[in-house]
């Protein structure tokens, strides 16, 4: 589903319960914004922040176990900012 498409059934949805919401509402600019308030409560900021990362950086296994007809497999990836190194070891 495209988020316009999102955007304009959650619009609908307010107006079903008289709630106004902004059609140009977006959850990531919304934790942005709150993760930069300093009148904001310290943990509430860094959990802003935690969850508005994950926008932006997928989660990312370093290790990957695969056992199959062929024995077990083994993938370790080394990730860094400029390159992604992966080693298979097979048994």
């Known amino acids: 589903m495209e988020v316009d498409e999102l955007?304009?059934?959650l619009v609908a949805w307010g107006l079903t319960r008289n709630l106004p919401i902004d059609p140009e509402y977006d959850p990531r600019l919304e934790l942005a914004k709150l993760?930069?308030?300093i009148t904001v409560p310290m943990p509430l900021r860094i959990e802003c922040h935690k969850i508005a990362s994950e926008y932006m950086f997928p989660k990312i296994r370093n290790m990957e176990l695969n056992v199959d007809?062929?024995?077990l497999t083994i993938r370790v990836v080394r990730f860094t900012p400029s390159e992604t190194t992966a080693i298979?070891?097979?048994s």
Do not use: I, Y
């Open 69 to 71: 007809g062929d024995g």
């Open 35 to 37: 993760a930069h308030d």
């Open 7 to 9: 955007r304009r059934k």
């Open 88 to 90: 298979e070891v097979k």
